[in-house]
């Protein structure tokens, strides 16, 4: 992300936490809601809570309250959203909305819900010094009440999942063209966990270390390691809570350690776009586990999909069939540790279609997901776009080759270059970014700066 649109980013959460008005009236409280261009909203504010300089606690954003700008809005309601999977094609959609038309939805976090937290994220953030107001409503619900597929903390996926949304006219073999217009944290707080076996840095089956590391290496440490009692808040996993402030007008989280706080901006993107690509037998399946990114995007962990962003998602069943998950407050490119700073967020999007031949949409974008932002285009790479089925690939050189290619036919099919001379370019001028080393199938993404092309 450049400077300019960092201050962009940063000026659009400001003024998303700055305003707050009441539920809309077509919503209500803790319940699912769609609501349509034009319908009428109360309007009385409440500010940001105090604080010295500068530094006072943010707005909560409770399900249907706040500023909602979207022609619809969508909250997770535990009878509704998936846990740990994405929607399968032929899923039952739980919104439906036009092509061009912009939704609101309030993604939710699973930090502070899971099973090794305790499942309680009233008692688990009481223990970070966070009050019960704060605490988000959808947390407390869906931690409870979900039962859509049983839980297996060591199988399943971590991610609450909203949707599928389907979008008229939609249809397989078209795109669909995923922009975010805003994301806006809904807690002044979010978490960052370290899981045994997980992350960059994994201890191996029966006590082994990976390739390139000692046992001494591992993080968490082995001798912290509980998953043999098969209680998962035994486990020993390690969860860092972030409060987050505002300094010199920009959000930061503040980690505290023995060298004192530590601080870093903040970055609000959806870690998980996806739409429908795989049919699955049950909604617990394996081929729609939510922890691998596939063709049809989903857990794809690229920190540059923040507002101002556009991302490209080839469709595969009617409607799109679109959801999101993983809302980040934070993230450094790779993730190592297993997780971004994750925090829930507001976030709008505007979902268009485009057919095939569509004059601005990346020919790429057709058969694989592609992005770009403000001053980049972003053509990516994954190491297993399957998924699970087949067999699980986890190696960065794959997903590092994809996306090369990628890049390559974007630059020849779309902006005409000789292939030699843009694999040249690339050698040269672009970057290419790890986007995550932790959910099994890995990422790659470039980035090729607009400003170097001047048809751009």
């Given at each position: 992300m450049s400077a300019a649109e960092?201050?962009?980013?940063?000026?659009?959460?400001?003024?998303?936490i700055g305003r707050r008005a009441l539920l809309r009236t077509a919503a209500s409280l803790g319940a699912a809601a769609t609501v349509t261009a034009g319908a009428p909203v109360a309007a009385t504010a409440a500010p940001r809570t105090g604080g010295r300089g500068g530094r006072g606690r943010l707005e909560v954003l409770q399900p249907g309250t706040g500023r909602i700008t979207g022609d619809h809005y969508l909250s997770a309601q535990a009878d509704e959203v998936?846990?740990?999977?994405?929607?399968?094609?032929?899923?039952?959609?739980?919104?439906?909305?036009?092509?061009?038309?912009?939704?609101?939805?309030?993604?939710?976090?699973?930090?502070?819900?899971?099973?090794?937290q305790g499942r309680d994220p009233r008692a688990y953030f009481a223990r970070q010094g966070v009050g019960r107001g704060e605490v988000l409503d959808d947390a407390v619900a869906v931690a409870?009440?979900?039962d859509r597929t049983p839980r297996n903390f060591d199988v399943d996926g971590p991610h609450v999942v909203l949707g599928p949304i389907y979008v008229r006219g939609a249809r397989p073999g078209d795109v669909l063209k995923v922009e975010t217009l805003s994301a806006v944290p809904r807690v002044p707080y979010g978490v960052v966990s370290s899981r045994h076996g997980k992350?960059?840095?994994?201890?191996?089956?029966?006590r082994t270390a990976p390739a390139g590391l000692t046992l001494d290496e591992v993080m968490p440490p082995v001798a912290t390691d509980g998953r043999a009692s098969g209680?998962?808040?035994?486990?020993?996993?390690?969860?860092?809570?972030t409060p987050v402030e505002s300094r010199r007008g920009r959000l930061h989280g503040r980690m505290e350690s023995a060298a004192g706080a530590v601080r870093f901006p903040l970055n609000p993107f959806m870690g998980m776009m996806g739409v429908a690509s795989a049919p699955a037998p049950a909604l617990n399946a394996p081929q729609v586990n939510s922890i691998p990114p596939t063709l049809g995007g989903g857990n794809i962990d690229i920190s540059l999909l923040g507002p101002g962003s556009t991302f490209y998602l080839p469709v595969f069943d009617e409607g799109a069939l679109f959801y999101v998950g993983d809302p980040h407050?934070?993230?450094?490119?790779?993730?190592?540790?297993?997780?971004?700073?994750?925090?829930?967020?507001?976030?709008?999007?505007?979902?268009?279609?485009?057919?095939?031949?569509?004059?601005?949409?990346?020919?790429?974008?057709?058969?694989?997901?592609?992005?770009?932002?403000?001053?980049?285009?972003?053509?990516?790479?994954?190491?297993?776009?399957?998924?699970v089925l087949g067999g699980q690939v986890s190696d960065l050189?794959?997903?590092m080759r994809r996306a090369v290619v990628n890049a390559l036919d974007f630059l020849q099919d779309d902006l005409g270059m000789e292939r030699a001379v843009a694999y040249a370019y690339l050698s040269a001028a672009a970057d290419f970014v790890v986007s995550q080393v932790v959910d099994r199938t890995m990422g790659v993404h470039a980035v090729i700066p607009?400003?170097?092309f001047p048809r751009s």
């Open positions: 960092g201050r962009e980013a940063a000026e659009t959460i400001e003024k998303g998936l846990w740990g999977y994405v929607p399968s094609v032929g899923a039952e959609p739980v919104l439906e909305m036009g092509s061009g038309q912009t939704v609101t939805i309030d993604a939710l976090s699973h930090e502070g819900i899971l099973e090794d409870r009440d979900y992350g960059a840095l994994p201890q191996g089956p029966g209680d998962p808040t035994r486990y020993g996993n390690v969860s860092v809570f407050l934070a993230m450094g490119d790779g993730e190592v540790a297993l997780t971004a700073l994750e925090g829930s967020l507001r976030a709008t999007f505007r979902l268009t279609v485009c057919r095939p031949g569509r004059s601005g949409v990346p020919s790429v974008a057709y058969r694989y997901p592609f992005a770009e932002n403000r001053s980049s285009w972003i053509p990516i790479g994954l190491s297993d776009p399957d998924g050189d794959v997903a607009k400003s170097h």
